[in-house]
């Protein structure tokens, strides 16, 4: 058996609490109680451990991880810990000196979602009145500061024609590099696929006009949807490979939709030490490396690379975990996640799902 590489990258899902309700959450169904969430002291035990392992990076992230009181001191403890460190927020509930005190915490890096570019479409999207204006704000403590800015866009059916004026507002509030990610299918999100999924000339125009964009003057990431690639992403990197989760309770995961494969058992940093969890626990041994595969992938030439795609999507799709990704066009479902996302694509209108909040007609596509 081959040993057991070291994760680079740790995501710290901090809380589930969040003001927004994006229709394409991709956080679980069942979100974990503020009651359950590990307590500051805990935070800073799992980031030593993380460092001791060779985490290089800590993803500070939610829910929003604003909503949590100790945030400032959960920071000062991942850069205590001599990691990297990068907040994943809405913006919202952070002001110019709450920022303040978290970069003298420590904090490297700050990553701010953005929904669009149209106020109302924005703010429909994120499910909270004002927030399009409040993140702008945002964005410009963050640079007043001199931190180092990233603005995450989660692309859908009614923003992807945006790309273009997208990338323009990222460059304006002064951001050095832009993600943009098409919304993942999992948890919340699957529940909207309907009134989110693009049509495919929607998808290619994107593509094409992402060419035109990339011209040097701004990092652009940018992965082609899931449910129109023809090779699947190496998600996560490759299955207890390179990164891990842990949730707001101290459940440490390989992926954040990991949960949703039955059968696998998680452990926790409140009963182990995070090594140990890497190393041993059964979720992570479950689907690292390639032993696990069947074909096609098993006699593949792509296996160490791609590592088979996403076990979630082949869970969600193929009703196995250990199928090949159906993004995969060597994959026997290949053709039921096309026809799944043209049918999702052609439900125009489809009202949007916010949790706990009554649905909303999505704002028409212009
Ligand atoms: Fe990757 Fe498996 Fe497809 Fe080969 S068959 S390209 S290993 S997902
Ligand atoms: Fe779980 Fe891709 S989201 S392996």
């Known amino acids: 058996m081959s040993p057991v590489p070291a994760p680079l990258g740790l995501l710290a899902e901090l809380t589930h609490r969040c003001p927004l309700a994006c229709p394409y959450c991709s956080n679980p169904l069942e979100l974990e109680d503020r009651a359950a969430e590990l307590d500051t002291g805990a935070w800073a035990r799992v980031f030593q451990e993380a460092a001791a392992m060779g985490v290089l990076q800590v993803h500070l992230s939610g829910g929003e991880p604003a909503s949590r009181r100790d945030l400032v001191e959960i920071t000062a403890a991942a850069s205590h810990a001599g990691l990297y460190t990068n907040l994943i927020t809405s913006g919202i509930g952070l002001d ?11 904090l490297d890096h700050v990553q701010l979602s953005i929904q669009d570019t149209d106020p109302a479409l924005a703010d429909r999207i994120a499910g909270y009145d004002g927030a399009h204006a409040r993140k ?18 989660v692309i859908h059916r009614a923003n992807i024609g945006h790309l273009p004026a997208l990338v323009a507002l990222a460059a304006s ?3 050095g590099r832009v993600e943009i990610a098409h919304a993942q299918y999992y948890g919340w999100a699957l529940r909207n696929r309907d009134a989110l999924m693009p049509t495919r000339e929607q998808v290619d125009r ?11 003057r701004l990092t652009i990431d940018f992965v082609v949807p899931d449910y129109y690639a023809s090779r699947p992403k190496p998600c996560m990197g490759g299955w207890g490979r ?13 992926c954040h939709a990991a949960q949703t494969i039955p059968g696998l058992e998680f452990w926790s940093v409140r009963d182990h030490a995070l090594l140990d969890i890497w190393a041993r626990s059964p979720a992570f041994g479950a689907f690292r490396g390639t032993a696990w595969m069947k074909e096609p992938c098993q006699s593949c030439a792509f296996r160490e690379l791609d590592f088979g795609g996403c076990r979630c999507q082949a869970l969600a799709i ?20 096309r026809m799944l996302a043209e049918e999702a694509a052609a439900r125009s209108g489809t009202p949007y799902l916010y949790r706990g909040r009554p ?4 704002i028409p596509v212009r």
């Open 136 to 153: 702008q704000a945002f964005a410009g403590a963050v640079t007043r500061l001199g931190l180092a800015l990233t603005i995450n866009v």
């Open 359 to 362: 649905a909303l007609t999505p």
């Open 242 to 254: 390179r990164s891990l989760n842990v949730t707001p309770s101290g459940i440490v995961l390989p």
């Open 96 to 106: 110019a000196g709450r920022l303040e005190r978290l970069q003298d915490a420590g």
């Open 173 to 175: 509030l002064g951001a």
């Open 206 to 216: 994107a593509m094409e006009e992402l060419d035109r964009l990339r011209d040097g």
């Open 318 to 337: 193929a009703g196995d975990a250990a199928a090949t990704d159906p993004s995969c066009d060597l994959s026997p479902h290949h053709a039921k996640l």
